[in-house]
């Protein structure tokens, strides 16, 4: 570690680049083992994808790695520990899979898919799928599937909740502070963010849809991390009806989905655009793709969009997040490729990396719901270019 007098006060034995849910969920759980900082380049942590999200919880989507890291961590956000929300993290909701004729076959995927792993996973009929959702067009769905036990998230609440936790327990975060520079030297890092110089033993690198930037900054090969669009509206609801508690309804391909939010409705047209990683915004093209779907599998009519918005899903080729060191440069941690599931699995996904990043295996109890660190590693994508 280097020890000159610049050092003083800024060596640390963490730093996290990045404080969206996948920062702030780091430092949380490795506040307890070291001195943290987390530099963040935006005024607001959570100013991309974590601000952006569809705030839903759902145990039946994402591969298995993400299955596990979403039910492991259910726990901790059903009841967190003391202090750490004013409000509840996960309030019921539901999750309606909805499928035409012609998408049986992805109907009976995703049941297999949600049975295999949860109790509360059923088949319905297309007369139980118009009783849930009253607006679905009367034909359009065939049958459905429903995962009753999906909830909405506090996605802010959650993410404060880390963030404060992790100063609670001395851990530092700067904003407005862009990691420019990575330099490995005497065994350490010196990290160049704002103008200053930090030093730290681990760089961990939860820079979101920048995540291979920074890799390249560190001289690290990059992982073919691949940032995706995917854009939201809000609109209203109809006004002849109650909508509040419907269930979140999902096509069975995913090419739309929409849920009750904030006394409107949400809605996707579950996008999933390549792009360079920037501040994304919706595309008018999008938000029309949207309403037309939307439009089309139901009887609601979309005058009024009160807000839109579009964020940057980022995948390695298989879907799985990359947790773990670096295998050919020390000291550099990966947490990135949470996908469209960072918010789910973030409790989960904040341990295994602390336990990792400290030189311990996965926690023995996220073990059994089958969390595998080599699933996870960087060190799965073998030698040769990456991207
Ligand atoms: C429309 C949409 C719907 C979604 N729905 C869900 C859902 O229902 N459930 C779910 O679990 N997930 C969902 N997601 C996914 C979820 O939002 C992400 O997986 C999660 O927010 C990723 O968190 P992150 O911390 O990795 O990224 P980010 O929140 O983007 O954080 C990365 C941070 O790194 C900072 N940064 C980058 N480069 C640097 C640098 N050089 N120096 C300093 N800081 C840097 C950025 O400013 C940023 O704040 C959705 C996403 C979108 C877009």
């Excluded at 915004?281 to 779907?293: F, K, M, N, T, Y």
């Excluded at 899903?313 to 550099?332: C, I, L, M, Q, Y």
């Amino acid at each position: 570690m280097a020890t000159d007098i610049i050092s003083q006060g800024r060596s640390f034995d963490f730093l996290i680049v990045g404080a969206g849910m996948a920062g702030a969920s780091a430092a949380y759980f490795l506040s307890t083992e070291g001195s943290v900082l987390m530099l963040e380049m935006e005024s607001q942590p959570g100013y991309h994808t974590t601000g952006r999200s569809a705030a839903l919880f759902s145990e039946a989507y994402g591969n298995a790695p993400i299955r596990a890291l979403t039910s492991s961590g259910r726990a901790f956000l059903i009841d967190p520990p003391d202090g750490f929300a004013n409000t509840a993290i996960l309030t019921p909701r539901g999750a309606l899979f909805v499928g035409r004729e012609d998408q049986m076959a992805s109907l009976d995927a995703a049941y297999e898919a949600g049975a295999e792993h949860l109790d509360s996973v059923q088949r319905l009929t297309a007369r139980d799928v118009r009783e849930l959702v009253p607006v679905l067009r009367e034909g359009y769905a065939a049958a459905g599937v429903l995962e009753a036990d999906a909830m909405d998230m506090d996605v802010n609440a959650l993410h404060q909740g880390f963030l404060r936790g992790a100063r609670g327990r001395g851990a530092q975060l700067r904003q407005d502070a862009r990691v420019a520079g990575l330099k490995r030297e005497n065994g350490a890092w010196r990290v160049r963010a704002g103008g200053e110089n930090f030093f730290a033993k681990v760089v961990i690198n939860a820079a979101g849809a920048w995540c291979d930037e920074v890799a390249t900054l560190a001289g690290a090969r990059p992982v073919g991390l691949v940032p995706k669009r995917r854009t939201a509206i809000l609109f209203d609801g109809p006004s002849e009806m109650p909508f509040a508690a419907w269930p979140a309804f999902i096509d069975a391909d995913e090419e739309f989905y929409a849920r009750p939010e904030s006394g409107a409705l949400m809605g996707s047209p579950a996008d999933e655009t390549p792009m360079a990683p920037c501040d994304v915004q919706a595309e008018e093209l999008d938000i029309a793709i949207a309403v037309d779907r939307l439009q089309t599998a139901t009887t609601l009519e979309i005058r009024r969009i009160i807000r839109s918005w579009a964020g940057l899903r980022s995948f390695v080729a298989d879907k799985t997040p990359v947790v773990g060191f670096d295998p050919e440069v020390d000291g550099f941690f990966w947490l990135a490729g949470q996908g469209g599931y960072g918010i789910q699995t973030s409790p989960s996904m904040g341990r295994v990396a602390a336990a990792l990043a400290r030189g311990d295996d996965v926690p023995a109890d996220l073990q059994q719901f089958g969390v595998v660190a080599a699933e996870l590693s960087p060190g799965r994508f073998g030698p040769g270019p990456m991207d």
